[in-house]
């Protein structure tokens, strides 16, 4: 497992011997999507295939990479980071049983990562919340993390069809343009996110909530006509910014004369 050790330890490492680095990434995402995308996974399937399944069960390697990290530099926190944990199921119980052997054991595993891309007719606000909480009952530090909310749906978008030719394409992205009801309902959604982590999370548990980019051509190396970001492409803020800001303010008033 030497291998597997150096693959661990050698960035982190980088960075800690590095006089101008050190000190500068307080969180490192040591496991980043380990479990299957089927919220119904069950079994030896929980965890995706990885060339160390040769070596080792999966939750072992997955473990030891938590080891190998506190080894190399104790002070980082920790994380595990993965998608689709809103719809809860068998995925969110693997993650939690993961945390409890962790925990039991003594491995440095010290928060979990939440990724957040979605299209906002998707967003599983009840699922959001229900398994928020959980996360939270582990005690483990929580990241809402790479956040972005796609506009890009029906009726709003026409889908020529995965067929249609290039031109046909760029003629319904041309048709694609963003209206007052889309930022609208993309507030809804983003302002939701932030404030039940705001409110759900106890201070001592908020590692940070964080967006996948800045502008609408930033996310997932998609079409920036999915307009999922706070800002557009000229760096204006969006509907969704400035009720995240308004929301940021209400909250901490209540919090200051609570």
């Not at 699922?127 to 959980?134: A, D, Q, R, V």
């Not at 760029?170 to 507030?187: C, G, K, S």
Request: hydrophobic share 40%; proline share 5%.
């Amino acid at each position: 497992m030497d291998l597997f050790k150096y693959m661990i330890q050698t960035p982190i490492l980088h960075v800690k011997n590095n006089p101008q680095l050190n000190g500068s990434i307080k969180t490192w995402d040591i496991v980043n999507e380990p479990a299957l995308l089927s919220a119904n996974i069950s079994g030896t399937d929980e965890w995706k295939y990885s060339d160390f399944h040769r070596f080792m069960p999966a939750k072992e390697w997955l473990k030891l990479a938590f080891v190998y990290a506190h080894e190399a530099d104790p002070a980082i926190i920790k994380m595990l980071n993965d998608y689709d944990l809103e719809y809860g199921g068998k995925k969110v119980t693997a993650i939690l049983n993961l945390i409890s052997e962790c925990q039991a054991e003594g491995i440095p595993l010290h928060g979990i990562g939440w990724q957040f891309h979605r299209q906002v007719k998707n967003v599983n606000r009840s699922g959001f919340t229900s398994n928020l909480i959980k996360f939270v009952n582990t005690g483990l530090k929580i990241h809402i993390s790479e956040v972005g909310l796609s506009l890009r749906y029906a009726p709003y978008y026409i889908n020529p069809g995965e067929d249609a030719t290039k031109e046909q394409k760029d003629a319904a992205d041309d048709a694609f343009v963003l209206i007052e009801q889309m930022e609208t309902e993309q507030e809804s959604a983003g302002v939701f996110l932030m404030s039940q982590y705001e409110t759900l999370v106890p201070e001592a548990q908020k590692d940070c909530f964080t967006l996948w980019g800045y502008i609408d051509k930033h996310y997932k190396g998609n079409n920036p006509k999915d307009f999922a970001m706070p800002f557009n492409n000229s760096f204006q803020p969006k509907k969704w910014y400035t009720g995240m800001v308004a929301e940021k303010i209400r909250l901490d008033n209540i919090k200051q004369t609570g």
